[in-house]
């Protein structure tokens, strides 16, 4: 947990303990192209009030925090990772839905176990950039440890992998993705399935 990252977000009229109310939204620069967040600068974050803050955050190896054991996220998983989920898939469908077409399950699939396996790390496609983010930013306000964050990671890439049907497939983003969230942020109504239930 990163305490001035929540006098920020409380300082900007945000709510930081909800953070299934917030999301990492997509950068467009010239001629639309997705200018991916860079991990040494601030990065945007937007609530469902559409207040918007630009926010350092620390890289994973400062916010991990304590020791506890990775949950058992089978096709139910504990309601208190819910906010967890719904801040990286929400950050996901508003990236697609602001570059206008949905990423293939195969890739989410690829970008949800690189950002478990090299969480700090970089990668060609710019949606990486944002799911840093927005788990860098969960982690900025929540107590989690690295066990955890593996398991989050791993229940979305397996998530993913259950939806691909065909190498070019969107069933994950059209089924999960666009299932609970709509631009003007998270449906938080319908609670959070995760894509397994």
């Known amino acids: 947990m990163d305490l001035k990252a929540v006098i920020a977000l409380e300082r900007a009229g945000m709510d930081p303990a909800h953070p299934e109310r917030l999301w990492v939204p997509t950068a467009l620069g010239e001629q639309g192209r997705v200018v991916p967040l ?12 559409h207040r918007v803050v630009w926010l350092p955050l620390e890289p994973f190896s400062r916010l ?4 506890a054991v990775a949950p058992a996220l089978s096709r139910a998983s504990p309601p208190e990772y ?6 990286l ?41 944002y799911l840093r983010a927005a788990a860098r930013l969960y982690l900025s306000l929540r107590d989690v ?19 691909s049907t065909r190498i070019d497939s969107t069933n994950y983003h059209h089924f999960v993705l666009e299932e609970f969230f709509h631009p003007t942020g998270p449906l938080l109504t319908t609670g959070w399935s995760g894509g397994l239930s």
């Not at 860079?38 to 009030?49: E, F, N, S």
């Not at 991990?64 to 020791?67: L, N, P």
């Not at 206008?100 to 949606?127: A, H, I, K, M």
Request: with cysteine; glycine share 4%.
């Open 145 to 163: 440890s690295r066990a955890e964050f593996e398991s989050v990671a791993d229940r979305l890439r397996l998530s993913a992998r259950t939806f």
């Open 64 to 67: 991990w925090t304590g020791s």
């Open 82 to 87: 819910e906010p967890f989920f719904i801040l």
């Open 38 to 49: 860079d991990q040494d600068l601030p990065v945007p974050v937007m609530d469902d009030g």
């Open 89 to 129: 898939e929400a950050t996901a469908a508003e990236y697609c839905d602001a570059t206008g077409r949905p990423e293939r399950d195969r890739e989410f699939e690829r970008l949800y176990r690189q950002l478990r396996r090299r969480p700090d790390g970089v990668d060609p496609n710019p949606l990486f950039s």
